[in-house]
């Protein structure tokens, strides 16, 4: 959880928490060397209790995810996330009436798909069936007040990069194409200019797509930025955690957008989703926060951010966004119509294979809610 000090609160041991809005509640996860603690806060109060696996348990269970979703094999996907929604939701642990569960999760548990648990007593239902998932960086800030909405430049920008360098550039051998990527800004950008034609809505593709273009266009503010490219998740240094840009430096060679560039950065947006690999991968460190270039986007001013857990597929990626942006550009708050269209993903689809349709399970529970 964040350090109060550092945020500018001044806790006392005797100060009442404010009591949380009805429907909401939030979970605090956290490991020492010995126990894994939970803490539940909801508008009945606040209690803690010590869960039943140990940090080596839940490190065990944790490479069993890792490996799944390395192999890309749902089905042993689903066997580690039901294990995981016995050991992380205990019976008693969530309200009936929550809609709206916010979620602390340190270290290596944040690398686990909330959605894609199972309810507590509804074993074949999931979480993200009945309730918005959000993640956050610590249950409470006494200092933090709502910021107040900004006028924007943008209604919508779109950055896309289908990684198409010389045959005979070394990005070549690094990153495979994403013939979708370009098609998927593009689509995204007819949704947002039916909903309303005076937006203003820009692309940056080819040479536009450049590092100080989109910086300037951030300084501007926009409703939402929507990122369609590769990204680059490093675990040992986090600020070199990077999305591969369109735009090629002099020598025709790939440039980057880091998260270390980003975080420096000062502006205001609404969304930003990051369509692309590995953006929440972050170092499995206690007390670090979120991890990931979604980390970066919330520092610099995004109110909240979509980002992946794992690699996604292109095709499915820009399906899968199109659809939370049909929601979205309808009115629906993000983080319901996240979860709106993962649910979505889970209906069954007539004349899909049964392996389609469980990556298509994977493709939902690779998306995460964040929010300031």
Request: aromatic share 8%.
């Amino acid at each position: 959880m964040r350090d109060a000090k550092a945020a500018g609160a001044s806790p006392t041991l005797d100060a009442p928490w404010p009591t949380l809005p009805g429907g909401i509640t939030q979970l605090s996860y956290a490991l020492d060397t010995q126990h894994v603690y939970l803490w539940v806060r909801d508008a009945s109060g606040i209690r803690a209790t010590i869960l039943a696996a140990t940090p080596a348990s839940i490190d065990h269970d944790l490479k069993t995810l890792a490996g799944a979703i390395r192999k890309r094999d749902p089905q042993q996907l689903d066997v580690i996330l039901a294990h995981l929604s016995t050991v992380l939701l205990p019976a008693g642990a969530l309200d009936n009436d929550a809609k709206v569960l916010e979620i602390v999760a340190e270290g290596g548990i944040a690398e686990i798909p909330f959605a894609g648990l199972n309810s507590p007593g509804e074993p074949a239902r999931r979480l993200a069936e009945s309730r918005s998932i959000e993640m956050i960086g610590s249950l409470f800030d006494a200092q933090a007040r709502p910021r107040p909405k900004q006028s924007h430049a943008l209604g919508f920008l779109a950055l896309a990069n289908e990684a198409r360098p010389r045959a005979d550039a070394p990005a070549s051998q690094v990153f495979p194409v994403l013939p979708a990527a370009n098609a998927e800004a593009r689509a995204i950008e007819v949704l947002f200019r039916r909903q309303d034609p005076a937006a203003q809505v820009r692309l940056l593709l080819g040479a536009e797509g450049s590092a100080s273009n989109l910086k300037k266009a951030w300084q501007q503010g926009a409703d939402v930025i929507h990122f369609a490219t590769h990204g680059l998740a490093d675990l040992r240094q986090p600020q070199a955690s990077s999305l591969l840009l369109p735009a090629l430096d002099a020598a025709g060679n790939p440039t980057y957008l880091t998260a270390g560039q980003v975080q420096e950065w000062r502006g205001d947006a609404n969304l930003v989703f990051l369509s692309a690999c590995d953006t929440a991968v972050g170092p499995s460190r206690f007390a670090e926060g979120l991890p990931g270039l979604q980390r970066a986007f919330l520092r610099a001013g995004s109110r909240a951010v979509i980002a992946t857990l794992w690699p996604v597929e292109d095709i499915y990626a820009g399906s899968f966004a199109a659809d939370f942006y049909r929601l979205y550009v309808g009115g629906m708050q993000a983080s319901l119509a996240l979860s709106e269209t993962q649910r979505a993903w889970l209906a069954p689809i007539a004349g899909l294979s049964v392996r389609e349709q469980a990556y298509r399970r994977m493709t939902a529970w690779a998306h995460a809610f964040y929010s300031e």
